[in-house]
């Protein structure tokens, strides 16, 4: 089945460590993004990772993808006011029902204290 | 580049009324994506096109409809609007869905239904 699950809040202290943690059902997944969503706007794709590794830093932020428990998570170093959003984690299924279809997570509402 | 437009930002529509949701994707890009995001349902996937066909419909009833034509540009149509489906239209577009490219979304459209 397809279904992907989050925590639904963090909160930090500005300068800490956030770490986002996503579970997901469809073993069949080849990417799994992570957006960000401002109060007001869209989704922000921040970065993916290919279900074949097992993670992927970019600059504050380190994905690391745990494939034999379907876990997903996303740490943000130095977290900053400009941070606090909501983020939500996606998958893509694989072809042939590769038709842009993501499947999301509820979303995690990250709150930063100054 | 442009990013992905969507029109109108807001609209304010009555029960039993029809409404008519733009998209317009990045250049280039064939697949067009909707999402509905409700605060109860969270994000919710309509349907994708590509090159003009539909190829993947969410779990809606037939009330939701689009199209997208001969220049990628996607519009969605909601007949007999009811209370429930208040909530922020995504669209997202894809050079090639399933990819790192991801997929880009526009800024939404607000729909309130009164």
């Known amino acids: 089945g397809e279904d992907v699950e989050q925590s639904l809040f963090l909160s930090v202290r500005e300068g800490d460590s956030s770490v986002i943690n996503c579970t997901y059902t469809?073993?069949?997944?080849?990417?799994l993004y992570w957006y960000k969503q401002e109060p007001g706007a869209g989704l922000q794709l921040l970065t993916y990772?290919?279900?074949?590794?097992d993670m992927k830093q970019d600059q504050r932020l380190t994905v690391l993808l745990n494939k034999k428990d379907k876990h997903l998570s996303l740490r943000i170093a130095d977290t900053q006011t400009g941070d606090s959003a909501i983020y939500f984690c996606?998958?893509?299924?694989?072809?042939?029902?590769?038709?842009?279809?993501?499947?999301f997570g509820q979303g995690t509402t990250l709150q930063v204290k100054p | 580049k442009a990013g992905v437009t969507q029109t109108p930002r807001y609209l304010i529509k009555t029960r039993g009324q029809q409404v008519t949701l733009s998209c317009s994707p990045i250049?280039?890009?064939?697949?067009v994506s909707w999402y509905q995001q409700t605060p109860g349902q969270g994000l919710q996937f309509l349907f994708e096109?590509?090159?003009?066909?539909?190829?993947n419909k969410g779990n809606f009833p037939g009330r939701f409809s689009g199209r997208q034509f001969s220049n990628s540009r996607s519009e969605m149509n909601v007949s007999t609007l009811e209370l429930g489906d208040s909530a922020l239209y995504l669209c997202?577009?894809?050079?090639?869905?399933?990819?790192?490219?991801?997929?880009?979304f526009g800024s939404g459209t607000r729909l309130t239904v009164v």
């Open positions: 997202a577009s894809s050079l090639v869905p399933g990819t790192p490219y991801g997929y880009t």
């Open positions: 469809d073993s069949s997944s080849t990417y």
């Open positions: 990772i290919f279900s074949n590794m």
């Open positions: 996606a998958e893509v299924l694989l072809p042939p029902s590769n038709t842009g279809k993501l499947i």
């Open positions: 250049s280039g890009h064939r697949s």
């Open positions: 096109y590509f090159s003009e066909t539909q190829r």
